[in-house]
């Protein structure tokens, strides 16, 4: 079994799609083995199951992908930009970089060998009941009336 950790941002992605199946935080085989992805040398291979990953980025909000296609036979784990678009992330190229915003800034990534990578800190792999959360220190600083760092920290060690 391949580990595969990267994840790409792509802009021609019209799924998210997972390698690994210890990433999925909640799983559901598909069927008969008749659902398929088509590839970009226009070859299609096997969607073996679907679920939810959640992804802990190095700036501390937690993204969650719903609907991510389990397709073990790819070689990097890919992140839909139409998909992130269609739930209100911004995602901006510049340079080598990339950008990724809720209202507030979510997430950057870095341009290796041609392709965008998001900085993840750490794949989360217990269930979580939110749809598609991009949560922050910041939102829940806010949402407190402001209090201190040392209390929003605290609280956030006691979630996570």
Avoid at 15 to 35: A, L, Q, R, W
Avoid at 67 to 86: D, G, M, Q
Avoid at 95 to 102: H, N, T
Wanted: aromatic share 8%; hydrophobic share 40%; glycine share 6%.
């Amino acid at each position: 079994m391949t580990n595969v950790t990267k994840w790409v941002v792509d802009s021609g992605a019209t799924k998210h799609i997972c390698v690994n199946i210890n990433t999925f935080t909640s799983y559901t085989s598909v069927g008969n083995g008749e659902e398929h992805v088509y590839l970009g040398n226009s070859r299609k291979t096997l969607v073996l199951g679907k679920g939810k990953v959640l992804l802990k980025l190095t700036s501390r909000k937690t993204l969650t992908l719903s609907n991510v296609l389990h397709v073990p036979s790819i070689k990097v784990n890919l992140i839909s930009v139409v998909l992130l678009r269609k739930v209100g992330v911004k995602v901006s190229f510049k340079s080598d970089k990339i950008v990724m915003k809720k209202n507030v800034f979510v997430g950057k990534g870095y341009c290796n060998q041609g392709l965008f990578v998001l900085n993840i800190s750490k794949i989360i792999n217990e269930s979580c009941s939110s749809a598609y959360i991009v949560d922050s220190y910041d939102m829940w600083h806010a949402r407190l009336g402001h209090v201190s760092s040392s209390y929003v920290m605290k609280l956030m060690t006691r979630i996570n």
